[in-house]
Nanobody, 123 residues
């Protein structure tokens, strides 16, 4: 089994900062892309940022210049540093990973998700 465990959400005032961390564990063979998504009530889940195993990053336009994603391949962790937070950043944030795990029948691909962590930004 594979698990993604997130931490670091909470309540912050506008202009403040938060850091979200996600650790992947289990029978993992390799991880390709890791990323952060977010979902507001009544809206579709959207990609915030992702990063490949080689370090290439991708950000949605609304967070460019404010958020930074980075990962530690040796520890299977991904972190989202969020600065200059705005009330519209208030969402549940989910960690995701495209990975290969070692199952009973050999290697299999999996898109794993964390349980979500709430980020609330007050004005």
């Amino acid at each position: 089994q594979v698990h993604l465990v997130e931490s670091g959400g909470g309540l912050v005032q506008a202009g403040g900062s938060l850091r979200l961390s996600c650790a992947a564990s289990g029978s993992i063979f390799s991880i390709n892309t890791m990323g952060w998504y977010r979902q507001a009530p009544g809206k579709q889940r959207e990609l915030v940022a992702d990063i490949t195993s080689g370090g290439s990053t991708n950000y949605t336009d609304s967070v460019k210049g404010r958020f930074t994603i980075y990962r530690d391949n040796a520890k299977n962790t991904v972190t989202l540093q969020m600065n200059s937070l705005k009330p519209e950043d208030t969402c549940v944030y989910y960690c995701a990973a495209d990975l290969i795990y070692i199952g009973d029948s050999g290697h299999d691909a999996l898109e794993a998700w964390g349980q979500g962590t709430l980020v609330a930004v007050s004005s």
